[in-house]
């Protein structure tokens, strides 16, 4: 079994910043992708931003410079640092792990969500 749980979310005004923590713990051999995505009410979830083991990093178009995402593979932890918010990144952010766990089996979990809120 391998637990995801995301951390640091909350209310901030329009221009703030926040920074998102995801922890992947358990049976793990070695993650090869961690990502963060979002679900806004009524709208289906998209990726946010993802990196590889290496740090190769993708950025969904709408948060190109103003999100960083930053991975500790000792920690198996990864990082969102968000600048410059704006309403609409208004959403419960998700992480999500790839890897492989004990026994060479693969595995691709999902953590809670923590709800980020941006508002005035």
């Known amino acids: 079994q391998v637990q995801v749980v995301e951390s640091g979310g909350g209310l901030v005004q329009p221009g703030g910043s926040l920074t998102l923590s995801c922890a992947a713990s358990g049976n793990i051999f070695r993650i090869n992708n961690m990502g963060w995505y979002r679900q806004a009410p009524r709208k289906e979830r998209e990726m946010v931003a993802s990196?590889?083991?290496?740090?190769?990093?993708n950025y969904a178009d709408s948060v190109k410079g103003r999100f960083t995402i930053s991975g500790d593979n000792a920690k198996n932890t990864v990082y969102l640092r968000m600048n410059n918010l704006k309403p609409e990144d208004t959403a419960v952010y998700y992480c999500?792990?790839?890897?492989?766990?004990?026994?060479?089996?693969?595995?691709?979990?999902w953590g809670q969500g923590t709800q980020v809120t941006v508002s005035s």
């Open positions: 990196i590889t083991r290496s740090g190769t990093t």
């Open positions: 999500n792990t790839v890897g492989v766990r004990d026994y060479y089996v693969t595995f691709d979990s």
